[in-house]
């Protein structure tokens, strides 16, 4: 959506679903929670923007990013009503290997939700050098990822919407 050095929370309006009848997920890693409250705050305003009405948001937290994969299956079970779910997280590199390990296993958790469920879950984690970078994408100099995460969100349950439409 968004390339590099563009803020991302620009983008033509026009071209966004009206969003007023799905219903959306979004799990938040109370690690960085900075970080991830703005991400979230980005979310929630892009998606009342666009029509979701506030009782049709559910919002869980989650102690970490890695958590972040468990929770987004629970949401699934337990709402299956919900038409898309994003994953909000933030891991800062640090002076360890455990940055590469948790990012790697949070890529692999959510892209595995995506294959295995029929509810799309948008991966909307952060992983940057260091924590100016992350407050740069989370309603920063760089905009907010969490509209574009929510933008994301919104053309996936569409797609989902017309997916079931032309399978019947």
Request: proline letters at 2%.
């Amino acid at each position: 959506m968004a390339t590099a050095g563009n803020n991302l929370s620009e983008y033509n309006k026009e071209t966004i679903p009206n969003a007023k009848d799905f219903k959306f997920g979004i799990v938040v890693s109370e690690w960085n929670d900075h970080i991830t409250n703005n991400l979230f705050q980005g979310a929630f305003d892009a998606f009342m923007e666009h029509g979701v009405l506030k009782e049709n948001i559910v919002r869980w937290n989650v102690p970490g990013s890695f958590e972040l994969i468990y929770g987004c299956k629970k949401l699934q079970q337990s709402f299956e009503m919900l038409d898309c779910i994003i994953a909000v997280g933030s891991v800062i590199q640090g002076e360890t290997k455990h940055f590469d390990f948790v990012c790697q296993g949070v890529t692999n958790g959510i892209a595995q939700l995506n294959i295995e469920s029929d509810i799309p879950t948008i991966f909307c984690v952060l992983t940057d050098n260091i924590e100016e970078q992350s407050i740069a994408r989370s309603g920063g100099i760089h905009g907010n990822k969490g509209t574009e995460a929510a933008i994301a969100a919104i053309k996936m349950a569409q797609l989902r919407k017309d997916a079931k439409f032309y399978k019947e």
